[in-house]
Antibody, heavy 118, light 110 residues
Framework: EVQLVESGGGLVQPGGSLRLSCAAS????????MHWVRQAPGKGLVWVSR????????SYADSVKGRFTISRDNAKNTLFLQMNSLRAEDTAVYYC???????????WGKGTTVTVSS | QTVVTQEPSFSVSPGGTVTLTCGLS?????????LSWYQQTPGQAPRTLIY???TRSSGVPDRFSGSILGNKAALTITGAQADDESDYYC??????????FGGGTKLTVL
Protein backbone atom coordinates (compact mmCIF):
# COMPACT_ATOMS: atom_id res chain seq x y z
CA GLU A 1 0.00 0.00 0.00
CA VAL A 2 1.30 3.43 -0.94
CA GLN A 3 1.56 5.48 2.23
CA LEU A 4 2.92 8.79 3.48
CA VAL A 5 3.15 9.43 7.21
CA GLU A 6 4.09 12.86 8.53
CA SER A 7 5.56 13.51 11.94
CA GLY A 8 7.43 16.17 13.88
CA GLY A 9 4.66 18.68 14.41
CA GLY A 10 4.06 20.37 17.72
CA LEU A 11 3.95 23.62 19.64
CA VAL A 12 6.80 26.04 19.07
CA GLN A 13 7.39 29.64 20.08
CA PRO A 14 7.60 32.43 17.49
CA GLY A 15 11.10 32.59 16.11
CA GLY A 16 11.70 28.93 16.84
CA SER A 17 12.45 25.99 14.58
CA LEU A 18 10.88 22.65 13.82
CA ARG A 19 11.73 19.79 11.48
CA LEU A 20 8.94 17.82 9.89
CA SER A 21 9.42 14.34 8.46
CA CYS A 22 7.40 12.35 5.96
CA ALA A 23 8.01 8.60 5.83
CA ALA A 24 7.14 7.02 2.50
CA SER A 25 6.35 3.36 1.89
CA UNK A 26 4.81 1.14 -0.77
CA UNK A 27 6.48 2.81 -3.75
CA UNK A 28 9.91 3.61 -5.17
CA UNK A 29 10.50 6.84 -3.30
CA UNK A 30 13.67 7.91 -5.10
CA UNK A 31 12.01 8.42 -8.49
CA UNK A 32 9.28 10.80 -7.35
CA UNK A 33 9.21 14.53 -6.78
CA MET A 34 7.61 15.41 -3.44
CA HIS A 35 5.61 18.37 -2.09
CA TRP A 36 4.70 19.98 1.20
CA VAL A 37 1.27 21.64 1.40
CA ARG A 38 -0.21 23.34 4.45
CA GLN A 39 -3.62 24.36 5.71
CA ALA A 40 -4.15 26.94 8.43
CA PRO A 41 -7.12 26.36 10.76
CA GLY A 42 -10.34 26.99 8.88
CA LYS A 43 -8.51 28.06 5.75
CA GLY A 44 -7.68 26.59 2.36
CA LEU A 45 -4.78 24.56 1.06
CA VAL A 46 -1.53 26.39 0.36
CA TRP A 47 1.40 24.94 -1.54
CA VAL A 48 4.66 25.30 0.40
CA SER A 49 7.51 23.57 -1.40
CA ARG A 50 8.57 20.91 -3.88
CA UNK A 51 11.71 18.82 -4.24
CA UNK A 52 12.82 16.77 -7.21
CA UNK A 53 13.65 13.11 -7.01
CA UNK A 54 17.37 13.33 -6.26
CA UNK A 55 17.16 16.42 -4.09
CA UNK A 56 19.01 18.65 -6.52
CA UNK A 57 16.20 21.06 -7.33
CA UNK A 58 13.55 22.73 -5.21
CA SER A 59 11.04 25.56 -5.23
CA TYR A 60 9.24 27.46 -2.48
CA ALA A 61 6.25 29.67 -1.94
CA ASP A 62 7.26 33.29 -1.35
CA SER A 63 5.79 33.14 2.16
CA VAL A 64 8.38 30.59 3.30
CA LYS A 65 11.34 31.29 1.03
CA GLY A 66 14.52 31.81 3.03
CA ARG A 67 12.99 30.32 6.19
CA PHE A 68 12.03 26.78 5.17
CA THR A 69 14.24 24.14 3.57
CA ILE A 70 12.97 20.98 1.91
CA SER A 71 15.23 17.95 1.73
CA ARG A 72 15.10 14.18 1.47
CA ASP A 73 16.97 11.03 2.40
CA ASN A 74 16.30 8.54 -0.37
CA ALA A 75 18.11 5.78 1.52
CA LYS A 76 15.55 6.15 4.31
CA ASN A 77 12.55 6.96 2.08
CA THR A 78 11.97 10.15 4.02
CA LEU A 79 11.13 13.74 3.09
CA PHE A 80 11.88 16.62 5.44
CA LEU A 81 10.86 20.22 5.96
CA GLN A 82 13.16 22.30 8.13
CA MET A 83 11.23 25.32 9.36
CA ASN A 84 13.13 28.23 10.91
CA SER A 85 12.09 31.69 12.12
CA LEU A 86 8.58 30.43 12.62
CA ARG A 87 5.70 32.90 12.78
CA ALA A 88 2.16 32.67 14.07
CA GLU A 89 0.94 32.57 10.48
CA ASP A 90 2.86 29.32 9.92
CA THR A 91 0.38 27.57 12.22
CA ALA A 92 -1.21 24.88 10.08
CA VAL A 93 -1.60 21.22 9.30
CA TYR A 94 1.31 20.28 7.06
CA TYR A 95 0.75 17.59 4.46
CA CYS A 96 3.35 15.85 2.38
CA UNK A 97 2.26 14.70 -1.03
CA UNK A 98 3.78 12.64 -3.79
CA UNK A 99 4.05 14.35 -7.14
CA UNK A 100 2.32 12.73 -10.06
CA UNK A 101 3.96 12.90 -13.48
CA UNK A 102 1.68 15.66 -14.74
CA UNK A 103 2.58 18.30 -12.17
CA UNK A 104 -0.01 17.36 -9.58
CA UNK A 105 -0.19 15.74 -6.17
CA UNK A 106 -1.33 12.14 -6.44
CA UNK A 107 -0.87 10.68 -2.94
CA TRP A 108 -1.34 12.56 0.33
CA GLY A 109 -0.38 11.92 3.92
CA LYS A 110 -2.74 12.61 6.80
CA GLY A 111 -0.79 15.62 7.96
CA THR A 112 0.99 16.83 11.08
CA THR A 113 -0.04 19.90 13.07
CA VAL A 114 2.30 22.81 13.74
CA THR A 115 1.28 25.49 16.22
CA VAL A 116 3.37 28.62 16.58
CA SER A 117 2.44 30.44 19.75
CA SER A 118 3.97 31.89 22.88
CA GLN B 1 1.17 37.99 -7.60
CA THR B 2 -0.99 35.36 -9.22
CA VAL B 3 -4.34 34.77 -7.58
CA VAL B 4 -6.37 31.68 -8.43
CA THR B 5 -10.09 32.28 -8.02
CA GLN B 6 -12.85 29.87 -7.05
CA GLU B 7 -16.43 30.39 -5.96
CA PRO B 8 -16.45 30.45 -2.13
CA SER B 9 -19.57 28.33 -1.98
CA PHE B 10 -22.04 26.49 -4.14
CA SER B 11 -25.04 24.31 -3.56
CA VAL B 12 -26.58 21.51 -5.58
CA SER B 13 -29.60 19.29 -5.15
CA PRO B 14 -29.12 15.55 -4.81
CA GLY B 15 -29.00 14.07 -8.30
CA GLY B 16 -28.28 17.43 -9.84
CA THR B 17 -25.33 18.74 -11.81
CA VAL B 18 -22.96 21.43 -10.64
CA THR B 19 -19.99 23.10 -12.30
CA LEU B 20 -17.29 24.66 -10.13
CA THR B 21 -14.80 26.98 -11.79
CA CYS B 22 -11.17 27.93 -11.34
CA GLY B 23 -9.82 31.11 -12.85
CA LEU B 24 -6.92 33.52 -12.77
CA SER B 25 -6.95 37.08 -11.47
CA UNK B 26 -5.42 38.07 -14.76
CA UNK B 27 -5.41 35.99 -17.89
CA UNK B 28 -6.97 32.72 -18.89
CA UNK B 29 -6.53 29.22 -17.59
CA UNK B 30 -5.25 26.81 -20.22
CA UNK B 31 -3.95 23.27 -20.34
CA UNK B 32 -0.40 24.59 -19.98
CA UNK B 33 -1.11 25.11 -16.28
CA UNK B 34 -1.51 21.33 -15.71
CA LEU B 35 -4.52 22.10 -13.56
CA SER B 36 -5.66 19.57 -10.97
CA TRP B 37 -8.64 19.29 -8.64
CA TYR B 38 -8.87 17.97 -5.07
CA GLN B 39 -11.71 17.08 -2.73
CA GLN B 40 -11.43 17.52 1.02
CA THR B 41 -13.88 16.79 3.80
CA PRO B 42 -13.34 18.36 7.24
CA GLY B 43 -10.53 16.79 9.21
CA GLN B 44 -9.39 14.65 6.31
CA ALA B 45 -6.49 14.80 3.90
CA PRO B 46 -7.22 15.97 0.36
CA ARG B 47 -8.18 13.42 -2.26
CA THR B 48 -7.01 13.80 -5.82
CA LEU B 49 -9.87 13.94 -8.33
CA ILE B 50 -8.61 15.33 -11.63
CA TYR B 51 -5.18 16.08 -13.06
CA UNK B 52 -3.88 17.56 -16.29
CA UNK B 53 -7.16 19.50 -16.60
CA UNK B 54 -9.39 16.54 -17.48
CA THR B 55 -7.86 13.19 -16.45
CA ARG B 56 -9.59 11.40 -13.61
CA SER B 57 -7.39 10.00 -10.89
CA SER B 58 -7.55 6.29 -10.18
CA GLY B 59 -10.80 5.24 -8.54
CA VAL B 60 -12.62 8.51 -9.13
CA PRO B 61 -16.13 7.93 -10.51
CA ASP B 62 -16.90 9.23 -13.99
CA ARG B 63 -19.50 11.64 -12.68
CA PHE B 64 -16.54 13.89 -11.89
CA SER B 65 -15.13 15.56 -14.98
CA GLY B 66 -12.73 18.37 -15.73
CA SER B 67 -12.62 20.77 -18.64
CA ILE B 68 -11.82 24.27 -19.84
CA LEU B 69 -14.86 26.54 -20.13
CA GLY B 70 -14.06 29.85 -21.70
CA ASN B 71 -11.18 31.37 -19.79
CA LYS B 72 -11.57 29.15 -16.73
CA ALA B 73 -11.14 25.53 -15.75
CA ALA B 74 -14.21 23.67 -14.61
CA LEU B 75 -15.02 20.70 -12.40
CA THR B 76 -18.42 19.24 -13.18
CA ILE B 77 -20.20 16.82 -10.89
CA THR B 78 -23.18 15.05 -12.40
CA GLY B 79 -25.68 13.15 -10.30
CA ALA B 80 -24.51 14.79 -7.08
CA GLN B 81 -24.60 12.60 -4.00
CA ALA B 82 -24.72 13.48 -0.34
CA ASP B 83 -21.10 12.44 0.18
CA ASP B 84 -19.99 14.90 -2.50
CA GLU B 85 -20.53 17.60 0.12
CA SER B 86 -16.93 18.73 0.56
CA ASP B 87 -14.45 21.48 -0.13
CA TYR B 88 -13.00 21.47 -3.63
CA TYR B 89 -9.66 22.99 -4.55
CA CYS B 90 -7.94 23.60 -7.84
CA UNK B 91 -4.21 24.10 -8.17
CA UNK B 92 -2.22 25.45 -11.10
CA UNK B 93 1.40 24.83 -11.95
CA UNK B 94 3.13 28.08 -12.88
CA UNK B 95 5.96 28.36 -15.35
CA UNK B 96 8.09 29.84 -12.55
CA UNK B 97 8.14 26.40 -10.97
CA UNK B 98 5.62 26.96 -8.19
CA UNK B 99 2.09 25.77 -7.61
CA UNK B 100 -0.81 28.02 -6.58
CA PHE B 101 -4.03 26.75 -5.01
CA GLY B 102 -7.35 28.43 -5.37
CA GLY B 103 -9.18 29.46 -2.23
CA GLY B 104 -11.52 26.48 -2.47
CA THR B 105 -15.25 26.03 -2.98
CA LYS B 106 -17.48 24.69 -0.23
CA LEU B 107 -20.09 22.51 -1.90
CA THR B 108 -23.35 21.83 -0.13
CA VAL B 109 -25.67 19.08 -1.31
CA LEU B 110 -29.23 19.80 -0.22
Amino acid sequence: EVQLVESGGGLVQPGGSLRLSCAASGFTFNIYWMHWVRQAPGKGLVWVSRLNSDGSGSSYADSVKGRFTISRDNAKNTLFLQMNSLRAEDTAVYYCARAGRAYYMDVWGKGTTVTVSS
Amino acid sequence: QTVVTQEPSFSVSPGGTVTLTCGLSSGSVSTSYYLSWYQQTPGQAPRTLIYNTNTRSSGVPDRFSGSILGNKAALTITGAQADDESDYYCVLYMSSGIWVFGGGTKLTVL
